[in-house]
């Protein structure tokens, strides 16, 4: 049987490339490039997007089910509202930079539009930072085998792979090579 990597490197591993692309955009946004910054921006959403279904789909789940059966993970329910509140911030915040940079196109008014995204992605980078600490530290951990038994650590690691091939159509040339 062909042995997976764990639920956490494969998130962990996802972590650091997003966070790639999210500088990817920030250069892009640095040079004024407004083509370049919306498909670098774009394919960072969409990436966001699938690294946040894998969690919400997926992985969330069975924490909260691991967490359940010990005293000493009260506070993993809470932890995982939180950082279900920051996915939908990081959406919401994506989806208004997009379409500022969309209206760009149309309009023109480089200037303060870049100024507005700026601001969205430096919002949205910082919570990212704390965000990603935290399930690194405190939620990824309990998708270990340690945790779970080999099977389901297995098909956990499987399902989650699986989400993060999902690429959106319009991306299937950045998809990597298998
Ligand atoms: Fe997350
Ligand atoms: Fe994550």
Redesign the pocket.
């Known amino acids: 049987m062909k042995l997976l990597p764990s639920v956490p490197d494969i998130l962990y591993s996802d972590h650091v490339e997003l966070d790639t692309l999210l500088h990817a955009t920030l250069e892009a946004l640095d040079v004024g490039d407004v083509a370049r910054t919306f498909e670098e921006l774009d394919f960072f959403w969409a990436r966001l997007a699938m690294?946040?279904r894998a969690?919400h789909l997926r992985l969330f789940p069975v924490v909260r089910e691991v967490a359940e059966r010990s005293a000493e993970l009260t506070d993993i329910p809470l932890l995982l509202d939180g950082?279900r509140e920051?996915?939908d911030f990081f959406m919401r915040g994506l989806a208004r930079a997009i379409k500022a940079l969309r209206l760009v196109f149309h309009f023109g008014n480089e200037e303060e539009t870049f100024a507005i995204v700026r601001d969205l992605i430096g919002e949205i980078a910082a919570r990212l930072k704390i965000?990603?600490q935290i399930?690194e530290e405190r939620i990824y951990p309990l998708a270990a085998e340690n945790c779970l038994d080999t099977a389901s650590a297995n098909e956990l690691a499987s399902s989650v792979a699986a989400e993060l091939d999902k690429y959106p159509n319009r991306f299937a040339g950045r998809a990597p090579v298998k």
């Open positions: 690294h946040i969690e950082l920051d996915h965000h990603n399930e």
